[in-house]
């Protein structure tokens, strides 16, 4: 049964106070009964949505257009930095040959993301973390008995040894106390920090809970999600207590041949159950992509090559110079990075604070942070090509030897400065990858999947994170696309998708995490697709590399 009918839940009229509500002002957020409409909107009736009771809530509140006073905005302008703009505005020349998107289906996309979200809180990651802190609540109430039992162990042993001793015993006792008391402490800061996370994810449910309830468009659609933030399950705690040795009595070496301690340790175990969020906003792909918008770069002669970005705002870019430049949706220049080695940039990434990352010439990761560019990794003996940031913030760089032919490559992950994993080989101790081009771009999927764009082999290569060889996509058959297949750049969306550049082919592949073919994207007059990135919102960004150096914003995903 509907509760809004329900004998347990009637609604009064918010005027008279008695009369059960058949009205519902939608600006107002008022309950009226019939009698009590003509007063509600005495003042004004264009100022009022009144609608049927059952039908609360369903009106949009837009935001008032800035230079139309008397207009709402209902579009976004693409074409000016998200500009929010009237019907009137729509007309105006100011906005003459732009392209618009309803704010309704923004509102609509973004309601979902927050039901999505909201679910996820719910189901998945409140009780995750409910998990871990009952863990260490458990491990707490534990402690008093673990260590009792060693007390008494130091005791029986104690017992059999001559009075003169007792000193020694008292003396290990006070050892162990202190031992209990660091052991505590540990505990308990995990547990607070733990505690600390449940709050903020119930703070956010709390917020999440008022945007849904909310109808005003620009709350929804400026809201941000940071489910992917809680998503990473901290450490597991394991704290092994110590355990009493006893030694056979020696009256010369009393104290030493007592019995000693295992050494006290608290090893972070890295909770490899992490959360497989369930994409229940299901996006998909559309018939015919549609060109967003064509930003003109300063690459005109130069070849556009590769492009990044964290924020729709912020598009990185580089060429055939030492320039890498950052760029507005509309081409203008917000910031330029010089190489170190003043030759081209190999590749370019943005890590998740928003500084950028550029391997050059020199063999080396820089990254530039406050406009200072400073030394990450330097390469020694291996050869640097293509890199990404992966979503645990680790970096991902494709690799190859350093000789005449070239007959090794390999992929390595980073922690800041520090190798973690190197992937070269298959369960056979075959090459997963060619030895004879540099070209590999990089990219980590969802589900943690490395996968690599190999030019000279003709393929997309996946393996797994742990580096377990798991597919490999050679082409489509297909009597348009008659070129080798020879992948270029390479990207994923929020779907998992994975998307590769076809540069001969003038067109760009779209895979799904299994590696099966999806459908091509080669309308938009695409031309020479090279360096590939998708931002936020799931646009496809590519490089053109020709001369007339643009940058193309693509949507794909209905």
Avoid at 46 to 65: A, G
Avoid at 96 to 124: A, M, P, Q, W
Avoid at 284 to 303: D, G
């Amino acid at each position: 049964m509907d509760p809004r009918s329900s004998a347990q839940d009637v609604h009064r009229c918010a005027l008279c106070e008695t009369a059960i509500a058949q009205s519902y002002c939608d600006f107002c957020h008022v309950n009226l009964c019939k009698p009590c409409i003509g007063e509600h909107i005495l003042d004004g009736y264009d100022k009022h949505k009144v609608v049927p009771f059952q039908q609360r809530k369903s009106t949009l509140i837009y935001p008032k257009c800035k230079t139309h006073t008397f207009k709402h905005c209902k579009f976004k302008c693409k074409n000016c930095e998200n500009f929010l703009v009237c019907s009137s505005c729509v007309a105006s020349e100011q906005h003459g040959g732009h392209r618009f998107e309803k704010l309704s289906d923004i509102y609509k996309t973004k309601k979902e993301t927050i039901d999505n979200d909201s679910k996820e809180l719910v189901n998945c990651i409140s009780p995750s973390y409910e998990e871990i802190s009952l863990d260490l609540e458990n491990q707490l109430a534990n402690l008093d008995g673990g260590y009792e039992r060693i007390r008494t162990e130091i005791s029986k042993q104690g017992d059999q040894w001559h009075k003169e001793i007792n000193c020694i015993i008292n003396r290990m006792k006070t050892e162990i106390n202190e031992i209990k008391m660091k052991h505590r402490d540990d505990l308990q800061k995990q547990l607070d920090e733990i505690r600390k996370t449940q709050s903020l994810i119930k703070q956010t449910f709390q917020a999440l809970g008022d945007i849904q309830e909310s109808t005003e468009v620009i709350k929804t659609i400026e809201y941000r999600s940071q489910v992917r933030d809680f998503s990473k399950l901290p450490h597991m705690v394991q704290v092994s207590l110590p355990t009493f040795i006893p030694k056979p009595i020696d009256h010369e070496k009393m104290y030493s041949l007592f019995g000693h301690f295992t050494l006290f340790s608290t090893d972070t175990k890295e909770n490899t159950s992490s959360l497989n969020l369930q994409n229940t906003s299901v996006r998909e792909i559309l018939n015919e992509p549609e060109l967003v918008v064509t930003l003109k770069t300063e690459s005109y002669n130069n070849y556009p090559r590769n492009v990044t970005c964290l924020r729709d705002d912020k598009i990185w870019a580089n060429d055939e110079t030492d320039n890498i430049h950052c760029y507005t949706i509309n081409g203008t220049i917000l910031q330029t990075i010089k190489t170190k080695s003043g030759t081209l940039a190999y590749d370019i990434a943005v890590d998740s604070s928003g500084n950028l990352l550029f391997l050059d010439g020199t063999n080396t990761v820089y990254i530039v942070k406050n406009g200072q560019t400073e030394e990450l990794i330097i390469f020694q003996g291996w050869l640097p090509s293509k890199m990404c940031v992966t979503s645990t913030g680790d970096l991902l760089v494709t690799m190859y030897s350093y000789c005449i032919d070239m007959t090794q490559s390999k992929v390595v992950r980073y922690s800041g400065s520090t190798e973690k994993q190197a992937i070269q080989f298959d369960d056979e101790d075959k090459p997963l990858y060619s030895g004879n081009s540099k070209i590999k771009y990089i990219t980590e999927n969802r589900n943690h999947d490395i996968c690599v764009s190999d030019w000279a082999a003709g393929a997309v290569v996946v393996v797994n994170q742990s580096g377990k060889s798991r597919w490999r996509y050679k082409h489509h058959p297909s009597v348009i696309k008659n070129k080798p297949f020879k992948p270029f750049g390479i990207t994923t969306d929020s779907q998992s998708h994975i998307l590769t550049a076809d540069r001969d082919n003038h067109c760009i592949h779209i895979l799904d995490q299994n590696g099966q073919f999806l459908r091509y994207i080669d309308n938009c007059d695409l031309k020479d697709p090279y360096g590939v990135c998708v931002d936020n919102d799931d646009h496809l960004l590519v490089c053109e590399y020709n001369r007339n150096g643009n940058i193309k914003k693509m949507k794909y995903l209905k």
